[in-house]
């Protein structure tokens, strides 16, 4: 299980945007993590798999816990060999290399599975398995968010964080990569989904967060956030009168929650 | 003036082409070997390694501490110099003592990155570069000591003998100088499909990204100036080899601006292709070569000063006409 507790991070020493956030994904779960542009929910990714030193990032206050063992301030290395593996936000992939070698980089952690992992990715993702020996700059946006996950899949994560997936893609593509999400997910691998798209999320996630301002303003079951009011309003839009987007914290029926930070 | 005009009847015209295109060849080999070493740790760090002239010279150092003082003491070779000529086991020696001597100089990078460069890491690129400057003026003084005003020799097996190729005279070092980038090159090609070389590009291409894979940046630093340095060495190794103008030694006077001359060269291929490292050594080197050879024959001016500006004159060129080099990447990804 991954654990975040109270968790402050600050950029270049002075930008505060984490502000204690919780959060947990339990063990085989899918756990939705929502919220707008600049919520901080790619300084989350950043903080669990180690990646705030490059960008200047560190965590001041708080913790991150997996499987028991807090790994704030681990290196991403060691991180990936522990099972948590991060397919980052607008997918990344090495351009320049093949499908093959991009998904050689991923199992860098991992060499002895190697072939077993690659097997599996190739399953997922047949079209992958038509241009492996492509360079992969030349991909399809949507194949390209295909290798990213393939890549992230080839450490054999125990639990596979997904930023934005579903960023810049088609709707049939983007019901694709869904779906996948789910198929990777039952074949024992935790997820923590981070999407601006929330109905694409809620819809396969068992439990959600949504985040303000560096913290958590509201969780709850899956099921029980696609139904409530200010979450429809506000990321489904089914009640919006087509104005200006209010801020979560607007919306008239919100309730803080304070419940984590006792 | 005439006795030169007479040699070069007596030599002929197709001969002197062909002497010419070998020197070229052989001046290329030595320019590729030191570019590849540029590339390679401009590719995997983003830094312009501007402590090559004194790297690259030190690594020479090493080998003639092998060779020409009878054997490094502590091992079981004997001096290969002094097998007779032509004798296999010499050669063989020979270039075992290269391997080591690209060994300590492998070693001699890596100590230099994890002490200077590491430590810096994330600083801009430009101080990356002065403080590789800093390094180059660090060193240069243990080299300038350890060769002798004139130079430490550095004796090859095959001396400075040439074939006759049909009136033309051909060094045998231009051959070995030819084959030894050859496999050095083959080798840097061979080493980017392997685990550890896939890894490198894609910290090239992309650092975090590679972070978050799990590939230790660090390592791959390391493992880029192990490889960049002992490339240099080797690049100033074969210079040393006569008839190269260093004239069969380790020179102060020549051997400290090698690695300089080489800007030219990755200017012109791009600072972060391997095959722009092969292309523009060769270049480069034609270019300097045929305009010692015919300009200074065609108008004696500058006599052989036509052979040390042409190199940047096609750098110039190049620059205006693509400004990232023949192979270079437009933009430098930087995170
Ligand atoms: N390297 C950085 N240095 C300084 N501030 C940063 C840095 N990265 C992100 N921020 C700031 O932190 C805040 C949160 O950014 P973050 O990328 O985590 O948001 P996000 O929820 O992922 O947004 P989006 O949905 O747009 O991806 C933003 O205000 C952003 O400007
Ligand atoms: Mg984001």
């Known amino acids: 299980m991954l654990e975040v507790a109270n968790l402050e991070v600050v950029y270049n020493e002075v930008i505060l945007v984490l502000r204690g956030l919780s959060l947990q994904v339990p063990d085989g779960q899918i756990v939705a993590l929502l919220g707008s542009n600049g919520a901080g929910k790619t300084t989350t990714a950043r903080a669990i798999t180690g990646l705030l030193d490059v960008h200047e990032g560190k965590s001041t206050k708080g913790s991150v816990t997996w499987n028991g063992t807090e790994i704030t301030e681990h290196l991403p290395a060691k991180i990936v060999e522990g099972g948590i593996s991060q397919v980052m936000e607008g997918r990344r992939i090495f351009g320049e290399l093949t499908v093959d070698e991009n998904l050689s980089c991923g199992a860098f952690t991992n060499r002895a599975n190697m072939d077993a992992n690659y097997d599996r990715v190739m399953d997922l993702f047949p079209r992958l398995k038509e241009r492996n020996t492509q360079v992969a700059g030349y991909l399809s946006g949507g194949e390209q968010q295909m290798l990213a996950i393939g890549r992230a899949l080839m450490a054999d994560p125990k639990l596979l964080i997904l930023d934005e997936p579903s960023l810049g893609l088609a709707p049939m593509l983007i019901e694709q990569i869904r779906d996948i999400i789910v198929d990777i997910n039952k074949q024992g691998v935790s997820v923590l989904l981070i999407e601006q798209n929330a109905m694409m999320a809620l819809s396969i996630a068992d439990f959600g967060y949504v985040m303000e301002s560096g913290k958590v303003v509201m969780d709850g079951p899956a099921q029980k956030l696609l139904n409530d009011e200010d979450v429809q309003e506000f990321y489904l839009g089914l009640h919006g009168d087509g104005g200006e987007r209010k801020s979560f914290r607007d919306v008239k029926h919100y309730k803080r929650r304070k419940r984590w930070l006792s | ?335």
């Open chain 2, 1 to 335: 003036m005439i006795t030169a005009v007479l040699q070069f009847a007596q030599v002929g015209a197709g001969a002197t082409l062909i002497q010419t295109l070998v020197k070229a060849l052989a001046l290329g080999s030595v320019y590729v070997l030191i570019a590849l070493g540029f590339v390679i740790i401009f590719k995997a760090t983003q830094v312009l390694n501007f402590a090559a002239g004194a790297l690259s010279m030190a690594g020479a150092m090493f080998m003639t501490i092998l060779i020409s003082d009878g054997g490094f003491p502590l091992l079981p070779f004997a001096n290969p110099l002094a097998p007779a000529e032509g004798e296999t086991a010499g050669i063989v020696l020979f270039f075992v003592h290269v391997l080591i001597a690209l060994a300590l100089a492998a070693i001699l990078g890596l100590v230099i990155e994890r002490v200077a460069i590491r430590p810096m890491v994330g600083q801009p690129l430009f101080a990356m570069a002065v403080i590789t400057l800093g390094i180059e003026i660090a060193i240069r003084p243990f080299n300038l000591d350890a060769t002798a005003l004139e130079g430490r020799q550095l004796g090859v097996p095959w001396g400075a003998n040439s074939w006759d190729w049909g009136g033309a005279v051909v060094p045998k070092s231009y051959l070995v100088a030819v084959i030894v980038a050859a496999i050095a090159g083959v080798s840097v090609l061979f080493f980017f499909r392997t685990k550890l070389g896939v890894a490198m590009r894609a910290v090239a291409f992309d650092q975090e990204a590679a972070m978050a894979q799990g590939i230790n940046v660090g390592r791959v630093f390391a493992i880029a100036w192990a490889m960049g340095t002992a490339l240099a060495a080797l690049g100033a190794i074969v210079y040393g080899m006569a008839p190269f103008p260093p004239g069969g030694s380790v020179s102060q006077e020549i051997h400290p601006l090698l690695a300089l001359r080489v800007l030219p060269v990755i200017v012109l291929g791009g600072l972060d292709s391997v095959a722009g490292a092969i292309y523009g050594g060769l270049i480069i080197a034609t270019a300097e070569v045929f305009a010692g050879q015919y300009l200074s024959q065609w108008n004696s001016t500058l006599g052989s000063g036509y052979s040390t500006i042409v190199p940047y004159l096609v750098m110039l060129f190049m620059l205006l006409v693509k400004p990232y080099g023949l192979f270079g990447t437009p933009e430098i990804r930087r995170v």
